[in-house]
């Protein structure tokens, strides 16, 4: 069975979500963040020296990262190929890792900045502020003008890429910045309603309100 080391609010639920549209048997080991610093507790740091999440173990394996976690569960469960394009079609397959790896490399961190920056205390230097303003519209605008009409990221199914996108979508949406992009609303609203996803949230008993 495998095990995710769960740290709650955040990226991990989306990893939950993935083992829920697989149909994988997994428990959860549950942590809470400092209810003031918002950070991980140190006793995260006792499986990985990072003290991140999600963390898998599945067997003798010990995996982080969303993006090589979302890699090794699909190329290792997914039997019937829905998830991920076939490595015969290269141009479909590399196009499908490209959005796998654009959640963390480079959408996540304008919209980290934006996240520390709304909770700071005191007024956020201009620059940092200009500059997260300006890389997080550019890349909702991207994701918007990408997805469109489109039912998911790549298409009319959904993909591995999407678990990683949908994460950042909500997070927009956590931070009420979808007013002005209805495809990118619409496309939350799809992910969230698939029942692997509530059941996802009904397991980590999180709150999903984006």
Request: proline residues 5%; charged residues 20%.
């Amino acid at each position: 069975m495998i095990t995710v080391h769960y740290l709650k609010i955040g990226r991990p639920l989306f990893t939950v979500w993935l083992l829920e549209e697989l149909q994988l048997d997994y428990k959860l080991n549950v942590f809470l963040r400092d209810p003031e610093t918002m950070r991980a507790p140190k006793e995260l740091r006792s499986i990985h020296p990072l003290g991140k999440s999600p963390i898998i173990e599945d067997g003798d394996l010990m995996l982080t990262e969303t993006g090589a976690i979302t890699s090794y569960l699909i190329d290792t469960y997914d039997d019937a190929g829905n998830l991920a394009p076939d490595r015969a079609d290269i141009a479909a397959r590399a196009e499908y890792s490209q959005w796998l790896h654009y959640a963390e490399g480079s959408a996540f961190a304008p919209l980290l900045l934006t996240l520390l920056l709304a909770r700071a205390k005191e007024q956020a230097p201009g620059l940092l502020d200009q500059f997260a303003r300006s890389e997080t519209r550019l890349h909702l605008d991207y994701l918007s003008n990408f997805i469109g009409t489109k039912s998911y990221l790549l298409g009319d199914h959904l993909t591995g890429a999407d678990f990683g996108v949908g994460y950042i979508v909500s997070m927009a949406s956590r931070l009420q910045l979808l007013g002005s992009y209805p495809a990118l609303q619409q496309y939350l609203a799809r992910v969230t309603s698939r029942p692997a996803f509530i059941r996802a949230v009904e397991a980590t008993e999180e709150e999903a309100n984006f």
